[in-house]
Protein backbone atom coordinates (compact mmCIF):
# COMPACT_ATOMS: atom_id res chain seq x y z
CA UNK A 1 0.00 0.00 0.00
CA UNK A 2 1.29 3.40 -1.20
CA UNK A 3 2.17 5.19 1.27
CA UNK A 4 -0.58 7.88 2.70
CA UNK A 5 -0.20 11.65 1.68
CA UNK A 6 -0.19 13.96 4.64
CA UNK A 7 -2.15 16.91 4.17
CA UNK A 8 -0.34 20.54 4.22
CA UNK A 9 -0.63 22.52 7.08
CA UNK A 10 -3.73 24.70 7.21
CA UNK A 11 -2.74 28.47 6.43
CA UNK A 12 -2.36 30.08 10.18
CA UNK A 13 -1.89 26.61 11.90
CA UNK A 14 2.10 27.42 12.52
CA UNK A 15 2.13 28.61 16.01
CA UNK A 16 4.56 32.05 15.98
CA UNK A 17 8.03 32.56 17.67
CA UNK A 18 8.01 32.79 21.08
CA UNK A 19 8.99 36.96 22.19
CA UNK A 20 11.00 38.24 24.84
CA UNK A 21 9.17 39.31 27.40
CA UNK A 22 9.41 43.43 27.90
CA UNK A 23 8.87 43.86 30.79
CA UNK A 24 11.88 41.55 31.82
CA UNK A 25 14.18 43.59 29.68
CA UNK A 26 12.95 46.82 32.04
CA UNK A 27 13.37 44.90 35.41
CA UNK A 28 16.79 44.43 34.61
CA UNK A 29 17.57 47.58 33.47
CA UNK A 30 16.67 49.22 36.69
CA UNK A 31 18.41 46.72 38.18
CA UNK A 32 21.79 47.93 37.04
CA UNK A 33 20.73 51.28 37.15
CA UNK A 34 20.37 50.71 40.72
CA UNK A 35 24.28 50.14 41.49
CA UNK A 36 24.40 53.46 38.62
CA UNK A 37 22.34 55.69 39.89
CA UNK A 38 20.00 56.14 43.19
CA UNK A 39 18.96 52.67 44.07
CA UNK A 40 16.22 53.72 46.41
CA UNK A 41 14.34 54.69 43.16
CA UNK A 42 14.58 51.58 41.41
CA UNK A 43 15.55 48.65 43.37
CA UNK A 44 11.85 48.26 44.09
CA UNK A 45 10.26 48.43 40.75
CA UNK A 46 13.30 46.68 38.99
CA UNK A 47 12.22 43.57 41.59
CA UNK A 48 8.38 43.72 41.35
CA UNK A 49 9.15 43.92 37.31
CA UNK A 50 11.52 41.00 37.86
CA UNK A 51 8.77 38.78 39.78
CA UNK A 52 5.92 39.72 37.35
CA UNK A 53 8.52 39.15 34.32
CA UNK A 54 9.11 35.20 35.73
CA UNK A 55 5.36 35.09 36.54
CA UNK A 56 4.02 35.90 32.75
CA UNK A 57 6.84 33.39 30.68
CA UNK A 58 6.12 30.53 33.46
CA UNK A 59 2.35 30.98 32.34
CA UNK A 60 3.01 31.92 29.02
CA UNK A 61 3.41 28.55 27.57
CA UNK A 62 6.15 29.22 25.45
CA UNK A 63 5.02 32.34 23.79
CA UNK A 64 7.34 34.61 26.42
CA UNK A 65 11.03 33.89 26.91
CA UNK A 66 13.60 35.84 29.00
CA UNK A 67 13.56 33.61 32.22
CA UNK A 68 17.60 34.09 32.31
CA UNK A 69 16.65 38.01 31.70
CA UNK A 70 14.06 37.64 34.45
CA UNK A 71 16.20 36.01 36.92
CA UNK A 72 19.20 37.68 36.27
CA UNK A 73 17.08 41.32 37.08
CA UNK A 74 15.54 39.85 40.56
CA UNK A 75 19.28 39.02 41.74
CA UNK A 76 20.40 42.21 40.97
CA UNK A 77 17.56 43.67 42.31
CA UNK A 78 17.90 41.60 45.64
CA UNK A 79 21.46 42.45 45.78
CA UNK A 80 21.12 46.38 45.48
CA UNK A 81 18.85 46.23 48.63
CA UNK A 82 21.85 46.45 51.03
CA UNK A 83 23.44 49.32 48.67
CA UNK A 84 20.18 51.30 48.88
CA UNK A 85 19.65 50.67 52.49
CA UNK A 86 23.37 52.11 52.88
CA UNK A 87 22.62 55.30 50.86
CA UNK A 88 19.51 55.74 52.60
CA UNK A 89 21.55 55.59 55.89
CA UNK A 90 24.38 58.23 54.51
CA UNK A 91 21.31 60.19 53.22
CA UNK A 92 20.04 60.34 56.78
CA UNK A 93 23.28 61.26 58.13
CA UNK A 94 23.56 64.00 55.85
CA UNK A 95 20.20 65.42 56.52
CA UNK A 96 20.86 65.29 59.98
CA UNK A 97 24.18 66.61 60.12
CA UNK A 98 23.12 69.94 57.96
CA UNK A 99 20.38 70.23 60.52
CA UNK A 100 22.66 70.48 63.37
CA UNK A 101 24.94 72.59 61.14
CA UNK A 102 22.26 75.45 60.65
CA UNK A 103 20.89 75.02 64.48
CA UNK A 104 24.69 75.88 65.54
CA UNK A 105 24.22 78.81 62.95
CA UNK A 106 21.03 80.03 64.58
CA UNK A 107 22.55 79.68 68.24
CA UNK A 108 26.04 80.92 67.48
CA UNK A 109 27.10 84.85 68.71
CA UNK A 110 29.77 85.95 66.94
CA UNK A 111 31.21 89.10 67.05
CA UNK A 112 31.78 90.89 63.57
CA UNK A 113 34.52 93.59 63.90
CA UNK A 114 35.45 96.61 61.72
CA UNK A 115 38.89 97.07 60.38
CA UNK A 116 39.95 99.58 62.82
CA UNK A 117 38.51 97.15 65.80
CA UNK A 118 36.48 100.17 66.97
CA UNK A 119 33.03 99.09 66.20
CA UNK A 120 31.07 95.95 66.45
CA UNK A 121 27.91 93.97 66.17
CA UNK A 122 26.60 90.76 67.21
CA UNK A 123 25.44 88.37 65.11
CA UNK A 124 24.05 84.95 64.75
CA UNK A 125 26.39 82.63 62.41
CA UNK A 126 24.56 82.89 59.65
CA UNK A 127 25.56 86.53 58.95
CA UNK A 128 29.55 87.25 57.59
CA UNK A 129 31.04 90.82 57.09
CA UNK A 130 30.53 92.53 54.17
CA UNK A 131 32.73 95.60 51.71
CA UNK A 132 30.03 96.24 49.09
CA UNK A 133 27.25 97.41 50.52
CA UNK A 134 28.67 101.13 50.92
CA UNK A 135 31.54 102.58 50.72
CA UNK A 136 30.91 105.23 53.49
CA UNK A 137 30.29 102.16 55.90
CA UNK A 138 33.03 101.52 58.58
CA UNK A 139 30.79 97.92 59.42
CA UNK A 140 28.71 96.16 56.84
CA UNK A 141 27.40 92.75 57.63
CA UNK A 142 24.65 90.78 55.86
CA UNK A 143 23.09 87.63 56.22
CA UNK A 144 22.36 87.12 52.40
CA UNK A 145 19.98 83.52 52.67
CA UNK A 146 17.26 86.15 54.32
CA UNK A 147 18.45 89.11 52.61
CA UNK A 148 19.00 90.88 56.04
CA UNK A 149 22.26 93.68 56.17
CA UNK A 150 23.35 96.05 58.93
CA UNK A 151 26.00 99.17 58.13
CA UNK A 152 27.60 101.65 60.25
CA UNK A 153 28.20 104.94 59.24
CA UNK A 154 29.52 107.47 61.27
CA UNK A 155 29.86 111.04 61.43
CA UNK A 156 32.95 112.48 64.03
CA UNK A 157 31.34 115.15 66.04
CA UNK A 158 34.37 117.58 64.75
CA UNK A 159 33.03 117.74 61.18
CA UNK A 160 29.78 119.03 62.15
CA UNK A 161 29.75 121.35 64.95
CA UNK A 162 27.11 122.30 67.32
CA UNK A 163 24.69 119.69 65.80
CA UNK A 164 22.64 118.03 68.22
CA UNK A 165 21.50 114.03 68.13
CA UNK A 166 18.08 115.11 67.27
CA UNK A 167 19.25 117.21 64.15
CA UNK A 168 21.71 114.54 62.84
CA UNK A 169 18.76 111.77 62.99
CA UNK A 170 16.45 114.10 61.42
CA UNK A 171 19.31 114.82 58.81
CA UNK A 172 19.63 111.37 57.88
CA UNK A 173 16.04 110.16 58.03
CA UNK A 174 15.15 112.93 55.81
CA UNK A 175 17.65 112.24 53.33
CA UNK A 176 16.72 108.61 53.31
CA UNK A 177 13.16 109.38 52.96
CA UNK A 178 13.81 111.80 49.78
CA UNK A 179 16.12 108.64 48.19
CA UNK A 180 13.36 106.44 48.17
CA UNK A 181 9.66 106.43 46.24
CA UNK A 182 6.83 106.33 48.55
CA UNK A 183 9.13 106.29 51.21
CA UNK A 184 6.66 106.74 54.71
CA UNK A 185 8.31 106.77 58.64
CA UNK A 186 7.08 105.35 61.73
CA UNK A 187 7.87 108.31 64.88
CA UNK A 188 11.11 108.61 66.37
CA UNK A 189 11.90 107.02 69.77
CA UNK A 190 14.36 107.36 72.16
CA UNK A 191 16.37 104.20 72.82
CA UNK A 192 19.70 103.65 74.96
CA UNK A 193 22.67 101.62 72.71
CA UNK A 194 25.88 100.61 74.28
CA UNK A 195 24.86 103.15 77.12
CA UNK A 196 24.75 105.78 74.88
CA UNK A 197 21.74 108.45 73.83
CA UNK A 198 20.33 107.14 70.56
CA UNK A 199 17.07 107.74 68.50
CA UNK A 200 15.26 105.22 66.12
CA UNK A 201 12.24 104.81 63.75
CA UNK A 202 11.77 103.02 60.70
CA UNK A 203 11.88 104.01 57.45
CA UNK A 204 10.32 102.35 54.43
CA UNK A 205 10.34 102.77 50.95
CA UNK A 206 11.25 101.70 47.00
CA UNK A 207 14.99 101.74 46.12
CA UNK A 208 16.11 100.61 42.12
CA UNK A 209 12.73 98.98 42.61
CA UNK A 210 12.93 96.88 45.42
CA UNK A 211 10.59 97.80 49.03
CA UNK A 212 12.60 98.19 51.74
CA UNK A 213 12.04 98.57 55.25
CA UNK A 214 15.25 100.13 57.51
CA UNK A 215 15.71 100.00 61.11
CA UNK A 216 17.11 103.37 61.33
CA UNK A 217 19.40 104.43 64.60
CA UNK A 218 21.42 107.70 65.73
CA UNK A 219 23.69 106.90 68.47
CA UNK A 220 25.04 109.39 69.90
CA UNK A 221 29.01 107.63 70.67
CA UNK A 222 30.80 111.14 72.63
CA UNK A 223 33.18 112.29 69.83
CA UNK A 224 30.71 110.67 66.94
CA UNK A 225 27.74 110.19 65.54
CA UNK A 226 27.09 107.01 64.78
CA UNK A 227 24.04 106.13 62.18
CA UNK A 228 23.50 101.92 62.08
CA UNK A 229 21.27 100.74 59.35
CA UNK A 230 19.56 96.94 59.66
CA UNK A 231 17.20 96.18 57.04
CA UNK A 232 15.23 93.85 54.68
CA UNK A 233 12.82 93.34 51.75
CA UNK A 234 9.40 94.83 53.40
CA UNK A 235 7.68 91.62 52.79
CA UNK A 236 10.48 89.56 55.51
CA UNK A 237 10.57 92.40 58.08
CA UNK A 238 7.42 90.90 59.95
CA UNK A 239 9.26 88.10 60.49
CA UNK A 240 13.14 89.49 60.90
CA UNK A 241 12.56 92.96 62.70
CA UNK A 242 13.57 91.59 66.17
CA UNK A 243 16.42 90.02 64.77
CA UNK A 244 17.42 93.51 63.27
CA UNK A 245 16.57 95.15 66.47
CA UNK A 246 19.07 93.03 68.14
CA UNK A 247 21.79 92.97 65.92
CA UNK A 248 21.19 96.62 66.11
CA UNK A 249 21.24 96.91 70.22
CA UNK A 250 24.49 94.90 70.33
CA UNK A 251 26.17 97.57 69.34
CA UNK A 252 29.46 98.76 70.25
CA UNK A 253 31.72 101.68 69.32
CA UNK A 254 35.32 101.84 71.33
CA UNK A 255 35.99 105.61 71.49
Partial sequence: MADEIQPPPLPGAASAPPRTS???IVGLVLAVLSFLCVPIVTVIPAIIC?????SKIRK?????QGKGIALAGLILGYLAIPWAALQIWFLAGMI???RDRLHDLEIKRQELVSEDARLKVTTTGFWVK???????AALQAANKAEEMYIMVIGDAKSTVPNMTLQQHHQLTRDHMLQRMENSSATNTVSVTIDGHPALQDEVSGTQSGTLLTFLHTTVDAGDSFQQVLAWTLRSRWHKHNEELRNVTNSFHSEE
Fill in 22 to 24: TIA
Fill in 60 to 64: SGGAL
Fill in 50 to 54: GHVAW
Fill in 130 to 136: RTDLNPQ
Fill in 96 to 98: QGE
